[in-house]
């Protein structure tokens, strides 16, 4: 074992047992840290799934790509009014789709969206950097709890914390204005989201997100998929503005 | 409750971990620092020994985005917004060179000028309206003196991001060169270096969609900003941008202003949704009325008074 190896190992040790937490640490990849001693997620990503389109399984269709779903278990467990309005949403995507707008995409959906985003850590909080219409998320990780609401929001209150090397992030004050993906899939403000962002090797990591919400779900249920690292030397986000797009082309009328 | 536990250890543990950073680091650093003898002692650094610049800062001084050459705002808009005298005008020049504080435009770029303050009172198209009315990215260095801006640093890059429609600026400080000419952005791409304690930031890559201020001072593709930030105190940054763009303007020109560090505890900004809800319909149907009815006029802080 390596003295770099050794520390790493050490660190992980260290961390998991003064956080009150009995379980092995028994992945066989141990990532880098940052100065700050956090497992070192930073740098330039982008999921390589279907998920935009559909996060279920879906077959081509023109324009969009055939794919096997995200979602654990493949069912979304939909109330039965809202089952009727997903069905609705997916006949008028054309035009109800909120990314037919430029709206903020909302999480998850912000993750998977086909554009690269950013991680940079600090000591308190993690920034991430989309390039899709700009968006940013400070995900704080101070202890800092949700501010009280409810607040409505594009992207909700990000709050997260250090599981072993897994970044936990927990969202609300979510506004009911956002879809999943382009099929219509949906949620109301009451959404409550908790994503875990873990590193399974230098270039990749696994997305696991839990969704829950009473209004629109029987039940809570996960999204799972990998994220990968941008391998271009020179990489960097650049700029997707679409909503000054969209206003060239429709004069600022929506 | 669990997962706040969790967070209060881990804070600890960090704390811990600092404390012995610090007291690792605090050699090489202060050696550092004495050996530049134009360097204010007092300065926070980061581990990079570079000047600590990171937290919140309000941003440049108020009336500036409206205007960068007169400030803000004639008589009815400044009864509207309950602004005090202190609140017209610039308080002191933001163009500090040329020493008359006027853009030096090229002949046809001046009447270009004049056309977008006709076009911004009366507007037919969707291009006459301000940028900022129209929620785009306000680029460099627009962007510093429109609001609350976050500055944070780690090796290799400094990050800015304005409470302003959620924007931001990654400006790696690695050395690494521009992107290709033939990409244009509303922020521009920004490569930044150390010049001694100064972060000096190369801004070219803009498009030309972006105005300086509400009063229609434009640029083309062609323009290139150098920055200069300087963390005089803990609690102040001098910053300076140099604009040169031959396309429009006679010669290089300067702004320069402070800006203030934002000392209120736990500040978070908010998620300022822009694009979401603006429209510009209804401006587009009284400007359109306007000019068919022959009452173009330009945007002016007399006419009113």
């Known amino acids: 074992m390596t003295p770099r190896i050794f520390v790493a190992v050490m660190l992980v040790l260290v961390t998991?047992?003064?956080?009150?937490?009995?379980?092995?640490?028994?992945?066989?990849?141990?990532?880098?840290?940052?100065?700050?001693?956090?497992?070192?997620?930073?740098g330039v990503w982008q999921a390589l799934n279907t998920a935009a389109w559909d996060i279920q399984d879906h077959s081509a269709q023109l324009g969009v790509p055939a794919g096997q779903g995200v979602v654990e278990g493949t069912e979304i467990p939909y109330q039965s009014w809202a089952l009727v309005q997903r069905?609705?949403?997916?006949?008028?995507?054309a035009t109800a789709d909120p990314e037919t707008k430029c709206y903020m995409p909302g999480v998850p959906r912000v993750t998977y969206m086909p554009y690269p985003f950013q991680i940079l850590q600090f000591r308190d909080h993690v920034l991430i950097l989309y390039e899709y219409a700009h968006v940013t998320r400070t995900i704080y990780t101070d202890g800092s709890s949700h501010p009280e609401g409810h607040i409505d929001s594009w992207m909700g209150d990000s709050r997260g914390r250090w599981e072993g090397d897994t970044l936990v992030v927990d969202v609300v004050h979510f506004n009911d204005q956002t879809w999943f993906d382009r099929a219509g899939n949906f949620?109301?403000?009451?959404?409550?989201?908790?994503?875990?962002?873990?590193?399974?090797?230098?270039?990749?990591?696994?997305?696991?997100?839990?969704?829950?919400?009473?209004?629109?779900?029987?039940?809570?249920?996960?999204?799972s998929m990998p994220l990968y690292r941008r391998q271009e030397v020179r990489i960097q986000l650049l700029e997707y503005e679409c909503y000054a797009y969209a206003e060239r082309d429709n004069e600022g009328v929506r | 409750m669990y997962g706040w536990l969790i967070g209060s250890l881990r804070l600890r543990i960090s704390a811990m971990t600092a404390v012995v950073a610090l007291v690792l680091l605090a050699t090489p650093v202060a050696a550092q620092v004495s050996a530049s003898e134009s360097t204010p002692v007092n300065l926070l650094r980061t581990l990079g020994g570079h000047p600590d610049m990171q937290g919140y800062w309000d941003g440049g001084p108020a009336n500036a985005s409206h205007s960068i050459e007169e400030g803000c705002c004639d008589p009815i808009h400044a009864k509207m917004q309950k602004r005090g005298a202190d609140r017209l005008g610039l308080r002191e020049p933001l163009i500090v060179d040329p020493p008359d504080g006027w853009i030096p435009y090229q002949a046809w770029a001046a009447a270009q000028r004049t056309e977008h303050l006709y076009d911004m009172e009366t507007p037919t198209k969707l291009q006459h309206i301000d940028?900022?009315?129209?929620?785009?990215?306000?680029?460099?260095?627009?962007?510093n003196y429109r609001g609350d801006l976050q500055i944070l640093q780690n090796p290799g890059y400094v990050v800015i991001l304005y409470e302003w429609a959620h924007a931001y600026r990654v400006i790696p400080t690695d050395g690494g060169r521009h992107v290709g000419e033939d990409i244009?952005?509303?922020?521009g791409d920004s490569r930044g270096h150390w010049e001694q304690d100064t972060l000096v930031v190369d801004v070219t890559n803009f498009n030309d969609q972006i105005w300086l201020d509400s009063h229609g001072s434009f640029y083309s593709e062609d323009l290139r900003v150098v920055e200069?930030?300087?963390?005089?105190?803990?609690?102040?940054?001098?910053?300076?941008?140099?604009?040169?763009?031959?396309?429009?303007?006679?010669?290089?020109?300067?702004?320069?202003?402070?800006?203030?560090?934002?000392?209120?505890?736990?500040?978070?900004?908010?998620?300022?949704?822009?694009?979401?809800?603006?429209?510009?319909?209804?401006?587009?149907?009284?400007?359109?009325?306007?000019?068919?009815?022959?009452?173009r006029r330009i945007h002016s802080h007399e006419e009113q008074k």
């Not at chain 1, 069905?87 to 995507?93: A, K, L, S, Y």
């Not at chain 2, 009315?133 to 962007?143: E, F, I, Q, T």
Request: charged content about 25%.
């Open chain 1, 87 to 93: 069905q609705q949403n997916f006949e008028d995507r």
């Open chain 2, 228 to 295: 200069r930030w300087t963390l005089v105190d803990a609690d102040t940054i001098s910053y300076e941008a140099t604009l040169e763009d031959p396309t429009v303007f006679t010669r290089p020109w300067k702004i320069a202003f402070t800006i203030g560090r934002i000392k209120q505890d736990s500040y978070e900004f908010f998620e300022e949704a822009c694009s979401e809800g603006v429209t510009n319909e209804h401006r587009l149907a009284a400007g359109r009325m306007a000019v068919a009815s022959g009452e």
């Open chain 2, 131 to 143: 940028p900022e009315d129209r929620c785009l990215l306000l680029g460099a260095p627009r962007s």
């Open chain 1, 187 to 223: 949620h109301s403000e009451a959404l409550h989201v908790v994503e875990r962002y873990t590193p399974t090797g230098p270039d990749h990591m696994n997305y696991e997100v839990t969704i829950e919400d009473p209004k629109v779900f029987t039940r809570s249920w996960q999204m």
């Open chain 1, 16 to 42: 998991t047992l003064a956080a009150g937490q009995t379980q092995v640490v028994s992945e066989t990849y141990s990532p880098s840290r940052t100065a700050d001693g956090q497992p070192d997620l930073q």
């Open chain 2, 184 to 187: 244009h952005m509303y922020n």
